[in-house]
Structures are given as C-alpha cells and as structure tokens.
C-alpha cells in the first residue's frame, strides 16, 4: 500500500478497542457538522456538485474503520515469521504463472519504466494476493471517517479531497470500495499516489487500479521509475557478514561500494565473493546480528518508498527472486520469542531508568531505542546490533 508510511503494519494478534455507545453517538453528530463544512470547503476548491451530493449524502461514521486504526499489535512479528507468512510456495507458483500468463505486458511495461516483471508481480502478490483483496470498505466513507477523527485529520482529509477530484474526473465510480484506510486496487495506491502515479496503460481515457492489468502495471512502474527506480540493478541479496563485523556499519545510514564491503569480509551468501560493480549498497540485519544479513541496493530504497518497512522491502525483493527460481534464504531460521508489547515497553522503560534516554516508552522500536538498546549492549560488552528481543529484557533485569 503506497503512502502508508504512517500506518504501523506489524498487526498480528491484533487487539481492537471498541468504542462505547455515547462515544458513538458524540462521534456522529461531530461528525455530521464536520461533514458539512467539509462540503462546503470541497465545493470550494471545484468539487462538482454533482459529485458533492452523490458521495457525500447519508453518510456516517463507519465504526470498524476507527477500530481497525485504534488497534494495537499485541506482539511485534518476528522476521521469520514475517516472511513466512508473506511468501509461501503458492503464491510464488501463483506468482511464476502470472508472470508468464502476462509476459508480453510486463515486457512492455519493462521496455517504457526499466522496472523488471519479477518485481511487479511481487508487489501484486504481497499487496493483495494478485488481486485477491482489494478491500471491502467504501472507500469515501472511511475517508470521511478517518479525516473526522482527530488522530490523522490533514492527512486523510488530503486523501479524502483527492478521491473526490478523482471521482469528478470520472477515473473511478462514486461507490468504490478499497482498504479500511483507502488504498484502492490491485496495488493499493492511497488516492494521492494515484493522483500522483497513475497512468492509463490500455489507452481507453481512464486510470483502472480494479479492472485493467495495463493500467496497474504501468501506474505501478511508473511510481517505481519516478521514485528513483534503477533499471538492470536488482534490489540486494542475502550476504554473510565475517565474525567481529563491526555492527556500526549496519544500518541503511551508511553506504559503502560493493568493493569496501567485500574488504570487510562481506560475501555472499554461499561464500562466494560479491559481484564487481560500481555500486553503493548498504547492510542490513533485520533480526539482529543473528538472523540473516542482506546487502541492499538503491532499488531497495525505492521499495520503501512504496512501503516504509524493512521486512516489507526484502519480502518483495526475495519474492521476485523467487519467481525467477531463486533459492530460498540460506541463514537458518532461528525459532524467536516474539516480544510482546508491554515487553517492548519495559525494555525501554529499564533502558530508561538505566540512563539511556530512549524517549516516552511507546512499545514501538524506533530509532532512539536501537541506539539506547545498542549502547547498553556495549556496555555490557555484547553484539550490539541494537535488536530488542526477549533476550535482552533479561538482560536489563
Ligand atoms: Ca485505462
């Protein structure tokens, strides 16, 4: 889903909160003021009014949209499981015959965007199982739910503004229906992105994220090729890093050319030595410093352009490897005690109390954590890798 850059996605067990009766009733009828200068500050900026009265009349507030943002993961997911879940064998069959079924396509798309097959049908896969799950809600409806609600208000009533500039285009129908937060189509794109990205690939006048392939590929590779896309590179690759790697090197902040990494002791993943190319590339340990290792490329960057998450980007780099019948990772997978969130909240809780300041625990392992996590991981004369886990809450006991 493009521009959910907000959206924290690492739900697995996920806990909903469910809003009383009285709350409901106060959010509606703030709701319905609110819908009616939203109305009149649409109608201002050119919304037709036409298109005014056919999405905006009779709505409320959909419930389930306000649940769905309010949840909390009970446990982070871990990498592996992450990745289980996203590639199994038959979604990367599905995604083989796709790819053939609709070669002559991507080949087109190839030639016009640089952007190779493999990589669309990944994100197609992971996005909605190849179009499987677009999304059941009314797309204006839990817009104008979410861009009521305090939490995000200029963002979704943005997103809300756009989609109706869309629908007044006549790009999409009035009733769409697209994800609870409004990712519309084969790709989930938010209504920004499409308004941004979007391209008619068929050439029959209109943008179709639902119906035509042409259009979701080339809107799809187009966004790729705006964001800094680079054709004929790949996104990275499993690699194995040496005994005492120094951990400071980990981490998208630093990029080095593929011949320093190789001086450091960086190999593939079967030991050989790393391809000779004139290309930056940095590396990342998605599960610390003993799961797997990856050296990642420019176009790595790229995809968390689409999807501001590092399991997300390998997920879709090691899926189109996949579909090109590449092997699967070769790091032994380690069984990992997911950290649940009251854990995540007392390790920064005791990283706090300890002196390193990691900020208002949140239980979410941002930036400041790793470092905090980090210096008392040298402190204590450890990997430091920055990683929290089960583990290290014992440690800071
Ligand atoms: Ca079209």
């Known amino acids: 889903m493009i521009d959910k850059k907000r959206f924290f996605k690492a739900a697995m067990v996920a806990g909903s909160v469910l809003l009383s009766t009285q ?36 709505l409320e507030p959909n419930q389930r949209v306000l649940e769905l943002d309010r949840r909390q993961p009970e446990f982070s997911l871990t990498f592996w499981k992450y990745i289980n879940n996203s590639i199994s064998e038959k979604r990367i069959k599905r995604g083989r015959d796709l790819l053939k079924k609709h070669a002559k396509l991507f080949e087109q798309v190839h030639k016009k965007y640089g952007v190779q097959p493999r990589f669309l049908v990944a994100f197609w896969g992971l996005e909605t199982n190849f179009g499987d799950y677009t999304g059941v809600f009314p797309l204006i ?16 009533t943005k997103q809300l503004m756009t989609a109706l500039e869309i629908m007044d285009d006549g790009h999409i129908p009035y009733d769409v229906k697209a994800s609870w937060a409004g990712a519309m189509g084969y790709c989930q794109f938010m209504p920004t992105t499409y308004k941004a990205y979007a391209v ?19 809107s ?18 499993e690699v194995k890093i040496p005994k005492g790697f120094n951990l400071d090197l980990a981490g998208l902040g630093i990029k080095k050319n593929l011949a320093d990494w190789a001086k450091l002791g960086v190999v593939k993943v079967d030991g050989k030595a790393l391809p000779v190319a004139d290309m930056k590339a940095s590396v990342i340990l998605p599960a610390g410093y003993k799961g797997p290792a990856f050296l990642v490329y420019e176009n790595f960057r790229t995809i968390l ?75 204590m004369g450890i990997p430091a890798d ?3 886990s089960v583990e ?3 440690l800071l006991k």
């Open 141 to 156: 409806q839990s817009l104008t739910t979410l861009a009521h609600d305090e939490r995000r208000r200029e963002f979704f």
């Open 305 to 379: 352009d689409w999807n501001r998450s590092n399991f997300y980007a390998i997920a879709v780099g090691h899926l189109a490897d996949r579909l090109v019948w590449k092997g699967p990772l070769q790091t032994p997978q380690i069984k990992e005690t997911p950290l649940s969130r009251g854990q995540a909240l007392l390790i920064q809780q005791r990283l706090n109390e300890k002196g390193y300041d990691v900020g208002k625990p949140d239980g979410i392992a941002g930036s400041r954590t790793r470092k905090g996590i980090k210096a008392f991981q040298k402190s």
């Open 392 to 394: 290290l809450l014992e």
């Open 200 to 218: 008619d690939g068929d050439g029959d006048g209109k943008r179709d994220m639902w119906q035509s392939l042409p259009d979701v590929f080339h």
């Open 220 to 237: 799809a590779a187009n966004f790729l090729s705006q964001s800094g896309w680079q054709p004929g590179e790949t996104w990275g690759r």
């Open 23 to 58: 709350a409901m009733a106060e959010t509606q009828e703030t709701y319905q003021s609110w819908l009616n200068n939203f109305k009149v500050a649409a109608a201002k900026s050119g919304i037709s009014a036409k298109t005014l009265e056919a999405t905006l009349t009779g």
């Open 386 to 388: 920055g990683y929290p």
